[in-house]
Each structure stands twice: as C-alpha cells, then as structure tokens.
C-alpha cells in the first residue's frame, strides 16, 4: 500500500470503527435463540417440567431409567430455594424394586456458579433424611426455554420452562 501523505478524515475514520464494532458485537452474540444462555440466578428462575431422564451408556445407548416419559416439577425462586420433585413415568406397569426409585423429592437453597456453569442445591428437607445438608453440584445448559442439568458425566434431566 502506498502512502500518499493524506490523512484519512476524521468522519471516515469514525464510521470504520463504528462498522468494525456493530460488526465484532453481532459475530460475538450469535443469531440462534437455541445456543446457550448465560447461567446465571435470574436465568434459572421459573418453574420447569421435567422432560426426560437419560443415562448414558458406555455403548453410545440411552437409557431411560425414570421411563420414556417421567413427571416432575422443578422451582427456582429469586430468594435462592429450590425444590425438586421426580416421578417415574406413571404408564410404566411394572413397579420399581426399590419404592424410593419411584418418587423423589427434596427443597433447599440454591446458588450460580456462572463461571463454571453450575447450580448447587443444598438440601435442607429430602425423603431421603441422609440427603439433608449435602450440597449437589450440577453442570447447567441452558437454551432457549430448555434447561439440562448434569447429574453425573452420563446422567442428565431435561427440564422444559413452563409459561
């Protein structure tokens, strides 16, 4: 490139830079209401069906130890408690071996860890009394009005927003 000694005018040069910018923000915010949301408190406020409960196995398989179609309930509340309510698909006609494998249910406190996108529960009231006052850290993955929480590397729970 040649230098002809001429400085670009004061006007261009802004335009360029505003360009450059609204260009650099749109590449960094994406298009698609599908990617993932940031984890934050306020994100996860609201109440959510429970969708599926998937374990994955070694194999590549999907296993669906809950049922194809499980009920459940989680709340989020902009105080910090959450309660957690699962179900086993009720057309399942066969029962569990275990009656605690069928309903599970506890409530507690919660809080963000956006920098690892995770969500801890901490269990202040369970079914299971040996539950209370253990903390379960979860992985999070949030997009659009779906919500993925990690139980396990192979376990997650998809939970659907409810309006």
């Not at 408690?81 to 309903?103: C, E, F, H, K």
């Not at 999070?140 to 939970?159: A, K």
Request: aromatic share 6%; proline share 6%; net charge positive.
């Amino acid at each position: 490139m040649q230098d002809t000694g001429r400085a670009m005018p004061p006007a261009l040069r802004r335009l360029l830079v505003i360009l450059c910018l609204v260009t650099l923000a749109s590449l960094s915010k994406g298009s698609s209401a599908d990617e993932p949301a940031a984890i934050t408190s306020q994100a996860l406020v609201g109440t959510w069906r429970l969708v599926s409960v998937e374990e994955r196995q070694t194999n590549g398989e999907t296993t669906y130890w809950m049922g194809r179609r499980p009920l459940g309930l989680l709340i989020y509340d902009r105080a910090g408690n959450v309660s957690v309510q699962i179900m086993r698909d009720p057309s399942l006609t066969t029962p569990p071996a275990n009656r605690q494998d069928g309903y599970y249910a506890y409530f507690g406190r919660y809080d963000v860890r956006e920098r690892e996108a995770t969500v801890v529960h901490r269990v202040q009231g369970s079914m299971r009394p040996s539950e209370i006052g253990v903390a379960y850290t979860r992985s999070v993955r949030l997009s659009g009005d779906r919500l993925v929480l990690g139980l396990s590397p192979t376990r997650t729970l998809t939970w659907q927003r409810l309006k």
